[in-house]
């Protein structure tokens, strides 16, 4: 009688890598298109408030680059460990 293996699967939760992103560089005011392949909702928060977005799961949003040259960081205002910077140049 063969033997009948029984596969579990087990579903790893997803839970938010330590991301870090590599510098995003956009012209100066340019508009930055964000997409969220995630489950989970994030934030695009800078860390001196110039643009704060939120992307829901499988969303994708619009927002405005700052109008200065220079490196903005942003952090997910949700996870505290995914962080980024966006460099407008
Ligand atoms: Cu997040």
Do not use: I
Request: aromatic share 4%; glycine share 8%; net charge positive.
């Amino acid at each position: 009688m063969p033997s009948r293996r029984h596969h579990q699967r087990r579903r790893h939760p997803t839970h938010p890598s330590s991301s870090r992103t590599s510098p995003t560089s956009v012209a100066p005011g340019a508009t930055v298109t964000v997409t969220n392949d995630d489950s989970q909702a994030h934030t695009v928060t800078s860390d001196d408030g110039g643009f704060d977005v939120k992307v829901g799961s499988g969303q994708t949003v619009t927002m405005t680059a700052p109008d200065s040259a220079g490196r903005y960081g942003f952090v997910c205002s949700f996870h505290a460990n995914m962080s980024g910077v966006l460099v407008a140049e």
